[in-house]
């Protein structure tokens, strides 16, 4: 599975936007690009994915860079909800199984 | 939205018993669904497939006989800790393929501790 590299930890002030990075060099052509995100005690939840162009849906957009090596979640406004950790994942279009990196811990501040 | 469901959210039993956790799918079917263990501050490690009909497919170094899966119908499976000890304490998620945009559900988790 191909890997990505995520930053440990990212901090924001609520009601600012939030761009999390995730670097992905391996990338393969057949693979698309998840983000979940985890809260405290709680199972993973979908955030958004993407192929190659960019994504927006009511939780956030997906930025893709054009070789593909590079992705960016963007969080509009973050509010104190969405401090969790953030997961950026490989997924070979055959397959549905997802394998969890270290991901991005965030931390939103009133 | 899809919901999947696991039950129990906790549980604590004595060193050597054996435990079963259930993950099911409430308004989907299933024909695949994952489990995972999740040690405290680190992320999710997959133990294995769950095959409905069929054996399930474990990760390397996920011991088959220690965590028994079972995938009996579209919407149940089960795993099974047994002989369990304290350093199986851990928490354990399951997932399945349900949504129309190809992502997954996640379970709520089940917190096992082994005393």
């Known amino acids: 599975d191909a890997k990505t590299t995520q930053p440990n930890s990212m901090e924001s002030n609520e009601e600012e936007p939030v761009h999390l990075p995730c670097n992905h060099s391996t990338i393969s052509g057949t693979d698309y690009i998840h983000w979940y995100r985890q809260l405290p005690s709680q199972g993973p939840e979908y955030v958004i994915h993407?192929?190659?162009s960019n994504v927006n849906n009511r939780m956030a957009s997906l930025a893709i860079a054009e070789d593909r090596k590079s992705s960016t979640l963007i969080l509009h406004r973050a509010t104190l909800r969405d401090a969790a950790v953030y997961y950026c994942?490989?997924?070979?279009?055959?397959?549905?199984?997802?394998?969890f990196g270290t991901g991005t811990r965030l931390q939103v501040f009133p | 939205g899809a919901v999947v469901s696991q039950h129990p959210s906790r549980v604590i039993c004595k060193s050597g018993t054996s435990v079963k956790i259930e993950c099911r799918s409430l308004d989907f079917q299933a024909t695949t669904m994952f489990w995972y263990r999740q040690f405290p501050k680190q992320s999710l490690m997959l133990m294995a497939t769950?095959?409905?009909?069929?054996?399930?497919?474990?990760e390397q170094g996920v011991e088959k006989d220690k965590f028994l899966i079972n995938h009996a119908s579209l919407t149940l499976s089960t795993l099974t800790v047994t002989s369990a000890h304290p350093e199986d304490s851990s928490f354990y998620i399951c997932?399945?393929?349900?949504?129309?945009?190809?992502?997954?559900?996640f379970g709520e988790g089940s917190r096992l501790t082994v005393l």
């Open positions: 997932s399945a393929a349900g949504g129309w945009r190809g992502e997954l559900f």
């Open positions: 769950s095959n409905e009909g069929s054996k399930a497919t474990y």
């Open positions: 994942i490989l997924r070979d279009g055959g397959t549905d199984k997802l394998i």
């Open positions: 993407g192929l190659t």
